[in-house]
């Protein structure tokens, strides 16, 4: 592997990753995918040893790069999102309305449960298992 490809690559990077993300997350409008994805487009420069000879003017090809990254995620979250939907009419299909009721009861009893708590654990529940983040770093 060329060193002196690796340096310019990792000089590339440091210059130019806000730009790639920003342009991403424009795009994705997904913070951490769209650094994922600019990652993602640096690390496939360094593992094709054909861009190693045409690296001189990159920056334009990785912003296109980072387009088509785009692209497909959205693509990908397109297709996640159907199958979702598919899944979860599947699922609810056969519910009769006793079955929703009862469903629809369990949520107010959990909605409850949490205003009842304490303030930090109440936020803990909130920020954990409803908005999905990882509270305990």
Known sequence: ???????????LYRENRYKLFI????????EENAKDIVNDVFC???ENENQKENSDDILPLLFVMVKNKCIDFLRHKS????????YIAEIYSSWTAKEYAEYEQKIIRMQ????????????????FFL???NVLK
């Not at 297709?79 to 598919?86: A, L, P, R």
């Open 1 to 11: 592997m060329d060193k002196r490809f690796d340096i310019k690559i990792a000089d």
């Open 23 to 30: 342009h991403a997350n424009n795009l994705v409008n997904d």
């Open 44 to 46: 496939s420069i360094l």
């Open 79 to 86: 297709v996640v999102t159907k199958n979702e939907s598919i």
């Open 112 to 127: 409850e449960s949490i205003n009842n708590m304490a303030p930090q654990m109440k936020h803990i529940v909130e920020e």
């Open 131 to 133: 908005k999905e983040k």
